[in-house]
């Protein structure tokens, strides 16, 4: 390939954030684009009346030795650490202990301070969403919802989930097809006027993994977070199935039912209800795991890639393995 000097990069999640930060190292000038009011996508947190909220991802592993060494440059300098560190799981209607298996990992205070802290040195534009891209001769022009354009560019990397890449590529002359499906989740935040009451035999939990559930697949403490103190507040997931079904559900409708189910698995009576409210992502994480691939797709003649989480699998590790795998090898020729 020709060298690369100005490259686009279309979403700042923690694939587009990983893939930026690695070209800009290496002397590239990039731009990051992004229709979210902050970098983070799916890893972003809410801060509403009612506190801090984790709506997403809730925690990451680390097992890529690189990844690993990235993350512990992150919690040296304070916007990572360990958590949950007590997990708790609601297995044939029983509460257990439950120690993890692999350390998990928290951004501090909440998820959104890794990737805060990882598009610090870059040029992200926030509410910029990029609606078509076209090729002339061999540069590549963006143009947003605004109609503003965006040209010059010698590369463009799409790190968005695949079928929302799918529809941008879409009237694009390009063999990448990503092809993915990603399966929704409804996410319900709720703050409680009083402490949980803690189901006997456990001290305390953090984070819960609730496999009897009909509903639910995950209960958060966000307090429990390092860098978070006060208020009783939970992040509740719902599962694939029960959230594809009530996809078009409204969202009020969706945190009384998902809070009721909570209730209907939890082995003591939850205290007063002070707010809640449901998030839906439409596109939370890929149904298959692709076989054959780098983590990441190129196509050298039209100098287009497209990285993400869906290129490996619906992890952060993943996300960022793909980002900088595609950074590498943009880098590398
Ligand atoms: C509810 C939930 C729970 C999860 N739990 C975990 C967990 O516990 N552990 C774990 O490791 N992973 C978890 N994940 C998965 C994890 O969040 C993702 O794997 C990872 O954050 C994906 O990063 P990404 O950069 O590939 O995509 P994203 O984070 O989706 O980033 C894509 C970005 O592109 C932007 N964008 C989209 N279209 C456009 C456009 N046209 N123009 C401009 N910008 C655009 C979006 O605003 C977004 O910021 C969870 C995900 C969800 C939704």
Redesign the pocket.
Known sequence: MDFLHNIAV?????????AARALQQAGRNVQI????RR??????SRHNDHGLFD???????VRDPEFAQFITAFEQQGSVARWPGIMARQIDGQWQAQPPEHPRYSGMPSMAALTDALSEPMKVHQQ????SMTRTGSTWTLE?QKEQQWSGFDHVIV???AP??AL?LKGISTSLRPQTNMSP?W?TWVRFRGALDMPSGIENWHGALLESSPVLR?AGRNQTRPGQHEGERLTL?ANDDWSDKHLEDAADQVADRMIKAFQDCYPAPLPAIDACGAHR?R???PCQTPENTPGYLIEKPTQLSL????CI???????WL??SRLAQALCGQ
Request: with cysteine; charged share 15%; proline share 3%.
């Open positions: 279309i979403g700042a999640g923690m694939a587009g954030l990983s684009f992004d229709k979210g970098p983070g996508g799916r890893m972003s709506l997403g991802a809730q925690y990451f592993t910029v969403r990029i609606t947003d790190a968005i989930p929302q890449a941008l989740c996410s995950w997931l992502w596109y939370a994480q990285c993400g989480d869906w699998d619906g992890r952060v590790e993943a996300a793909s980002g």
